[in-house]
């Protein structure tokens, strides 16, 4: 699963301005940051990720390229 899959399925905020901003704001991260993210352009730093992870109840290793392919087979 990539973190892409974590973040689309998260609801999106009533307000205004941009779903990133809750996320970013709750990870100490920029919005662009959390859009880089979600557009598969970069990955949190592995603390980061862990920590997201926890969050929502996601094991970490199912964030892995790994894991697609070994459930591909």
């Known amino acids: 699963m990539k973190i892409k899959k ?7 905020p009533s307000s205004e301005k941009s779903p990133y901003y809750d996320i970013a704001e ?10 880089k993210w979600e557009n598969g352009k970069n990955i949190p730093d592995i ?4 920590q997201i992870c926890d969050d929502y109840n996601i094991c970490l290793l199912y964030t892995s390229d ?6 591909s087979v």
Do not use: F, H, N, W
């Not at 603390?47 to 862990?50: G, T």
């Open 6 to 12: 974590i973040l689309v399925s998260q609801p999106k």
């Open 26 to 35: 709750k990870y100490g991260v920029t919005y662009q940051a959390v859009s």
């Open 47 to 50: 603390s980061l990720l862990k």
């Open 66 to 71: 790994a894991a697609d392919e070994a459930r």
